[in-house]
Every structure is written in C-alpha cells, then in structure tokens.
C-alpha cells in the first residue's frame, strides 16, 4: 500500500477497531493516528489472506483475540523507531551517576546488577545498556549482569536477537563504538559481537496484559528499567496500570528510566522523581509515601495438581462447634503460617534483590518440608538470577523428581539448556510441559507461577520453539 494513501476506511469501523484494540491488546489509536492504525490493520489483512480489510476487521471483531492473533497484530500495529544510544543524556546519567554508586554498593556485596529494557524494539536499546556496561565493568567476567530485554512485537524480537543493523540504527552513535562492537557484514550492514549479543536475554513479554513483577518471567528485583517511547502506546488508564506494576518490578532504590517526552508528575506520582541537568529520571524509594510499599504476591502452595484455585479454598472446618472449633483453626492456621513462613520470605527477598538471603530462607523452607517441590523450584529461580545454573538446574530435577507433573519446572528446564545452548534438552522439556499443559483448561493458573495460565504457557513455549533451529539442522550441525 503506498505510504501516502489517503484514509478510506469508515470512522465509524476506525472507532470500533480503536476501542476493540485498547481493551483486547493494550495498543491505544486515538482519532489523530488512525492513519496508522489503517496502514497497520491493512498489513495485517493482507499477511491474513483477506484480500478486503473492511472484512477482516469484521473478522476480528466478531470473537475475543487470541495470543497468536495479537502477537500478530502487534507485528503491524507497533512502531520499530529506535537506534542506538537514542537519548543519550539518560545514558550518559546511568553511566555516569546511578551506576557507579549501585556498582560500588554492589562491589562489597553480591556482583549483580538487573537491568530491563521494556519495549526493547529491534535490540538497539538494550545491546546500547550491554555496550556501557562492558566499558564501565573491567572485572566483567566476576559480575552476575542481567539485562533482560521485553516486547510485544516477535518480528521486532528476531531481528533484536540476530544482532545485525544497517547504517540507519546508528545515527546518533561515535564511529568508535560501532568499529570497537561489531563486524562488518556485506551490504554496509553491521553484525554485533556474540559476546555483547550474549549479555542480553529477549522474550516476548505483553505490558498490557502479562503478569509482572514474576520470577517465572525474571521480571521481578530490577535496579534499572527502561521504559522508553513505549507508554505512549496506551490510554492513560493502561498507562497507569503498567507503571504500577514497573514500580513493584524495582528494587527498593532502583531508578525508572522514560523519555524526556513522557515526563509526568501524575503518571509517576508513586516514584520520587530525581532532576538531572536535561532529565528527569524516576526513583522507587519506600519512604517516599504509602505507594511505595512492596506489594508482594501471594504464594499458591503447591498441589501437586492443576487445581491451582483450589490452593486459595478456604479449608473445610468440622461442624463442631464454638471455642475448641476455633481453637483448633487457630492453630491449625498458626502451624500452616510457619510452614509457609520460609518460603515467603525466601520470596519477598527474591522480589528485593536480596538473593543470598532469599536462599538461606529457601534452604530453611526446604529443611522443614523436604518434600515440597515448589521450595526446589524457587531455589532454583533464585539460583538462576544469581547466575548459578548448574545448581538450578539440580535443583529443578530435585521438583520434578518429587512432582513430575511439575510444568513450570520442565519450562525452566527448558530456558536453562536453551541459555546454554543445548537446544536439543530445550526442545525436549518444553515439549514434556506442552504434553502436560494439554492436559489441563486454559484459563487453569498454573501452581507458582504469579497467575500465569496454562493457556498462555502454551503460547510462550510455542514462541520459545520457534526461536530454535528445526531438528535436521541441528542433527546436520
Ligand atoms: C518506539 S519503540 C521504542 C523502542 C526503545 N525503547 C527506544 O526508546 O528506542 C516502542 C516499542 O514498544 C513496543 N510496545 C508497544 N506496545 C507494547 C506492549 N503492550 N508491550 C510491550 N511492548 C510494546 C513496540 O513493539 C516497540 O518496539
């Protein structure tokens, strides 16, 4: 379709379109950019097979979206602008004034450090984080360094992971920085070095509509979070919704890190906002009013089946009556509050950062309960965070030894041998839990997962796979 086209489809269809994409996939059209909402929507048409978009749109219109369907619509509906170092005073900010302090806090601590680019685009941004942190880490190899990277858009996602830009995504960057990071490829393209590649983990996460802060998505304890260019995506009640969540996905002291176009007192009115000459960046600090509080969530404890709802039933009591009945209940919740005691905390602390400490309390929970698999499995979560696959990965077979029905812990498994390359052991375990989740409704919340459904497992799984080589390549390689 020409780029100029002018716009023909009905207001009344635009406006039905609009208001159906807000609630359904969290992408806001308001009247003046209906334009792109029509080039978007008639792409999307065309990649469907309808060759009249006023037919597809009824399409879509007439039942609830799926994933796949979103994913898809996402693919055409988002907007792929970004380069490196785009905005680069609030880079120079963390190179210069956040992090040399978190590092030298962290230096006599734990060496860790979680950074997440949320609405990372086609990798520019976070590959931008990777490249500063090389510079200003020389003992890089002792430090533990997350830079997780997140977007709705799975074309966006495989360009990011493949590393390779033309001379477009670099109109703002030294010369130096692209000679010292990447190779020349042929066609003037540029190929970014696999160690920098490495440094940065991409998944498909929705801000809309997935559950975060979670450590089934290793979106929880962060010190920094980019959010940049993206909150102008959503209506202003979404927006609030996702910067809510952002917050809680902070460390207490971690810094929220917008565009100098989306500043806001409002929006952000649960950070501190701390003023730099030329930006304004925005901080979660726990005294800074009742918002700020950790909001934790609440830990299901593991059934051992898919009835995840059934963890929250209120428990049956005997009919007997009066002070000994509540007596009884009394202790009985007092006992069942200990049990749960170690686990909790192990979280909590999980959720702040604090990670040695969340696996003194997983070692307590695991020596009161031996038996319970979800205590391996946060300890594997946790362990996974610290950097310390080898004794996640023992820890998982340990729950799945106990529970093997287990399906987060073979989707763990999965992530595990796929971060090490050992594609083969990934397409086994996610194929064990697709076996397990096809068992299951899709609406069922999964046990220790945040509120994660079995029908979006499927769907995150099947993204993950597609992401693998097909079998005869790997068998060829
Ligand atoms: C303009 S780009 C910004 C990229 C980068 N953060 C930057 O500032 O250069 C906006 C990105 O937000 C992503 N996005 C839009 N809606 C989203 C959602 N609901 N969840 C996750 N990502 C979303 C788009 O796919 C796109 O990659």
């Known amino acids: 379709m020409p780029i100029d086209m002018p716009i023909a489809l009905p207001d009344s269809l635009l406006s039905r379109l609009s208001d159906f994409l807000a609630s359904q996939v969290g992408l806001h059209f308001p009247k003046q950019s209906w334009r792109d909402l029509e080039r978007g929507i008639a792409a999307a048409s065309r990649e469907s097979g309808y060759r009249d978009v006023e037919t597809f749109i009824h399409w879509l219109l007439s039942a609830p979206l799926t994933r796949t369907q979103i994913e898809g619509l996402a693919s055409h509906l988002t907007v792929g602008e970004t380069y490196f170092f785009r905005e680069k005073r609030s880079l120079d900010i963390l190179e210069q004034q956040i992090l040399p302090e978190l590092l030298r806090a962290r230096a006599k601590t734990e060496k860790h450090l979680r950074v997440w680019s949320a609405g990372c685009c086609t990798g520019e941004e976070p590959y931008s984080i990777a490249m500063l942190l090389d510079r200003l880490i020389p003992d890089f190899e002792k430090w533990n360094l997350t830079i997780l990277a997140t977007d709705i858009n799975p074309r966006f996602l495989r360009k990011a992971a493949q590393g390779i830009y033309g001379a477009w995504s670099f109109r703002d960057t030294p010369g130096w920085l692209r000679e010292r990071y990447f190779t020349r490829r042929k066609g003037g393209r540029f190929e970014i070095q696999p160690r920098i590649r490495r440094m940065v983990t991409f998944s498909y996460l929705n801000l809309a509509e997935d559950a975060y802060p979670s450590l089934v998505n290793g979106t929880n304890a962060m010190d920094v979070i980019f959010c940049r260019n993206v909150l102008m995506y959503f209506a202003q009640e979404r927006a609030r919704k996702v910067v809510d969540k952002l917050h809680r996905s902070l460390i207490d002291g971690g810094w929220l890190i917008t565009s100098p176009a989306e500043t806001s007192t409002v929006l952000f009115s649960a950070f501190t906002a701390i003023e730099f000459p030329g930006a304004f960046l925005y901080r979660r600090i726990a005294a800074a009013g009742p918002r700020t509080t950790a909001v934790r969530h609440p830990v299901p404890s593991y059934q051992g089946d898919w009835e995840a709802t059934a963890a929250h039933a209120p428990e049956v009591l005997p009919e007997a009556g009066g002070e000994q009945a509540k007596e009884a209940e009394d202790a009985d919740s007092r006992e069942h509050d200990e049990r749960e005691m170690p686990q909790r905390k192990a979280r909590a602390c999980a959720d702040e950062g604090r990670l040695a400490e969340a696996i003194d309390w997983c070692e307590k929970a695991i020596a009161a309960d031996k038996l319970n698999p979800a205590h391996y499995y946060l300890l594997a979560a946790i362990c996974q965070e610290r950097g310390q696959s080898e004794i ?20 763990a498994l999965g992530n595990l041998c796929l971060s ?21 409704p899709a609406d069922a919340l999964l046990p220790e997962s945040d509120g994660l459904s079995a029908g979006r497992l499927v769907e995150i799984i099947a993204s993950a796979q597609a992401s693998l080589p097909r079998a005869h390549k790997e068998l060829a390689a």
């Open 392 to 411: 996640a990965e023992r820890s998982l077979g340990r729950a799945l030894y106990l529970e093997p029905d287990f399906v987060l812990a073979h989707f």
């Open 420 to 440: 090490g390359g050992r594609q083969r052991e990934a397409r086994r375990h996610f194929g064990n839990a697709l076996t397990l989740l096809r068992a299951c």
